[in-house]
C-alpha cells in the first residue's frame, strides 16, 4: 500500500492550505457570531409581541370588569 502522507504534506504546503483554513476559520466565527445576533434579535421581538399581546389582553380584561361593575351599580340606582 502506497504511502501518500509526504505528497499530501507538500500538496498543503504549495496551496497555503493552513492560512486559508484560517481564514476560513475566521469567516465562520464571524458568521456564527451574526446568526447569534440575528437570534437573538428575533427573541426580543417575539418576547416584545408577547408583551404587547399580554398588556391588551389585561386592558381588556380590566375593562370588561368596570363595565360589568358600572353596569351593576347603574342597575342598583335605578331599583
Request: net charge neutral; charged share 20%.
Amino acid at each position: 500500500m502506497p504511502n501518500y502522507e509526504p505528497i499530501y504534506s507538500l500538496t498543503a504546503k504549495l496551496q497555503d492550505m493552513q492560512s486559508r483554513q484560517n481564514i476560513l476559520n475566521k469567516r465562520l466565527k464571524i458568521v456564527e457570531e451574526l446568526y447569534s445576533i440575528l437570534t437573538d434579535e428575533l427573541n426580543v421581538k417575539l418576547s416584545s409581541k408577547l408583551e404587547t399581546i399580554i398588556i391588551g389582553l389585561i386592558a381588556i380584561e380590566v375593562t370588561r370588569g368596570l363595565t360589568t361593575q358600572l353596569h351593576q351599580y347603574f342597575l342598583n340606582l335605578l331599583i
